[in-house]
């Protein structure tokens, strides 16, 4: 079996009508299917919800459930607000600078661009907490070669370092 791509990745909001507002608004993403049930499809259990969806240009969504009856969510304590994070692709740097161009205007914090060498990014939240990162492809073909080549090494040494290698192996150099 081979994953043909993602569908969509779902997370929960407090306010589906704001939260279609923010990703229209910021990232230009409409929302194409809004689907309320007041029982649970695979489980039959009572809980009122609307599931919306945005679909991105490659045909996948973003989803998010608004749980009213629900307690109120939270986010992981023990986790990082920069870990758990949804990265969005846009076409080029003028995309990710108009992005953040509306967030700044609009008072949101932004962090980036960031160059991370294959990527140029941005980070911001939404207004349920999640973290977002709009990145710009900056990979070529040779970095990918060697990133790959490297993927096996790289995790075996974290197996049994828990630290980076000491060589970074897009540009060869130690790290300290």
């Not at 809980?47 to 608004?66: L, T």
Request: net charge negative; aromatic share 8%; proline share 7%.
């Amino acid at each position: 079996m081979t994953v043909a791509g993602l569908h969509h990745v779902a997370y929960r909001c407090r306010d589906a009508v704001r939260t279609t507002d923010f990703y229209k608004r910021y990232l230009g993403l409409d929302c194409t299917i809004a689907i309320a049930e007041n029982r649970v499809p695979s489980t039959g259990e009572w809980s009122p919800h609307i599931h919306i969806f945005f679909q991105m240009g490659d045909g996948s969504y973003v989803a998010f459930f608004e749980l009213p009856e629900s307690p109120d969510m939270g986010h992981d304590p023990a986790t990082p607000a920069w870990v758990q994070h949804l990265a969005l692709r846009v076409p080029d740097m003028a995309s990710l600078e108009a992005v953040r161009d509306r967030l700044l205007a609009d008072g949101h914090e932004v962090v980036g661009p960031t160059d991370h060498t294959v990527c140029q990014s941005l980070y911001f939240f939404d207004p349920d907490g999640h973290r977002l990162e709009v990145a710009v492809d900056t990979m070529t073909p040779e970095m990918a070669e060697k990133l790959s080549a490297q993927a096996p090494a790289t995790l075996a040494e974290w197996g049994r370092t828990r630290r980076a290698p000491d060589v970074d192996p897009l540009h060869a150099n130690a790290r300290g």
